[in-house]
């Protein structure tokens, strides 16, 4: 990958002017400065419960190396391995044997948010498929990451003291907040909690500040559906996404059935003016869709996987090699690069 494939939309993260294909790592952005970074020279991290990568993107793009990768999804892992090259090494986080794992900076972990969404049963702490934080705080008290990145749904937070708790009595500082997609010029209103654990014997913890508060205050310009739209029905997008008759009826009767109850529960349409609401791991199943209405009098259609890709923050340059179905669950499953960017941003000069 050349350093413009590791920046979504192969654009400048702080003013989105086009870097030139033959930028190189140090090179400063010809338009805000912005110096942009290889993969592999700053610091190391590893990527726990890695989906395809949103990660990686994010903290390589800041110079990091991945030097471990785990992920029990085959179809995620085809789509992590097409995309980064290599073999994922880790299977199941919960079979990992703490000490064989690479020593590293940074520990990033997207665990499964089911236990803590509205979607799932909310089961908290009590369901186990949580697990794998508990296994992945193995990790952390046997490697001692300088950091700590996890990132779940906001439900979360509802459980903060038990994984404050967790974090202190391994001599780990917890800062907590939600970060929402869109302030970092990404068209989709996407709110997620950001848990950064801090190792208290390095006295950085008091500098940390999370990106939108400090002197790196971020600086996107905000986007619509509109700037990343492939195109409309009949003119670049195909007939197969639009919503065939038998469904919009159906959708509108769902929706209308469920406002009679008080609720909003049902599709969302939505413009190029506007954003995209959470794109969800199962987009297009459940009725509760981000549809677009192009406009040009037909049903809506759904987004492309290339389009929920755009609105996940990936770029272009990022292959989809897998079902849209698949596409859809991965890209709606994963953590928006340019926020985990941002996110590093704040962190890796401290490191
Ligand atoms: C919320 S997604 C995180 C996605 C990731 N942050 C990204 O950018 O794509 C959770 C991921 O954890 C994986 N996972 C869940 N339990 C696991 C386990 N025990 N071992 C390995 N991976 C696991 C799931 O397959 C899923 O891809």
Redesign the pocket.
């Known amino acids: 990958m050349t350093i413009k494939n590791n920046y979504p939309n192969g654009e400048c993260p702080d003013c989105y002017e086009n870097i030139p294909d033959n930028a190189s790592h140090g090179d400063g952005c010809s338009n805000c400065g912005h110096v942009f970074y290889s993969s592999g020279s700053k610091f190391t991290f590893i990527d726990l419960?890695?989906?395809?990568?949103?990660?990686r993107i994010g903290l390589q793009a800041l110079g990091g190396e991945c030097v471990y990768t785990?992920?029990?999804?085959k179809f995620?892992r085809y789509t992590y391995e097409t995309n980064f090259g290599g073999t994922v090494e880790?299977?199941?986080?919960?079979e990992i044997i703490p000490s064989e794992v690479p020593d590293h900076d940074i520990l990033t972990c997207?665990?499964?948010?089911v236990s803590f969404s509205n979607a799932g049963a909310k089961k908290g702490f009590e369901d186990p498929?949580t697990e794998?934080f508990w296994s992945t705080m193995d990790i952390v008290a046997e490697k001692r990451p300088k950091i700590v990145i996890f990132?779940n749904v906001r439900g979360v937070l509802k459980y903060r003291d038990i994984i404050e708790q967790s974090f202190n009595e391994r001599g780990y500082d917890l800062h907590t907040e939600l970060l929402v997609s869109k302030d970092f010029g990404v068209p989709q209103n996407r709110v997620r909690a950001f848990l950064v654990g801090i190792d208290r014997s390095l006295n950085i913890s008091e500098q940390f500040q999370f990106p939108g508060t400090g002197l790196f205050g971020n600086s996107y310009p905000s986007r619509t559906l509109g700037d990343i739209l492939q195109g409309t029905l009949g003119n670049g997008i195909e007939d197969k996404y639009e919503v065939s008759d038998k469904r919009w009826g159906t959708m509108q009767e769902h929706k209308a059935r469920h406002a009679n109850k008080g609720n909003g529960y049902g599709f969302q349409l939505k413009t190029a003016t506007e954003v995209a609401p959470t794109i969800q791991h199962r987009y297009y199943k459940d009725g509760s869709d981000c549809l677009i209405d192009d406009g040009v009098g037909r049903n809506p259609r759904r987004l492309t996987p290339r389009e929920v890709a755009r609105v996940m923050g990936y770029s272009d340059e990022y292959a989809i090699p897998v079902s849209d179905t698949q596409a859809y669950m991965?890209f709606g499953?994963?953590?928006c690069p340019p926020v985990v960017e941002s996110l590093g941003r704040q962190i890796v000069p401290l490191i």
């Not at 997207?110 to 948010?113: D, I, L, Q, R, Y």
């Open positions: 419960c890695a989906g395809i990568g949103g990660f785990a992920e029990w999804n995620a880790g299977h199941d986080i919960n997207g665990f499964p948010c498929r794998v990132e991965q499953n994963a953590v």
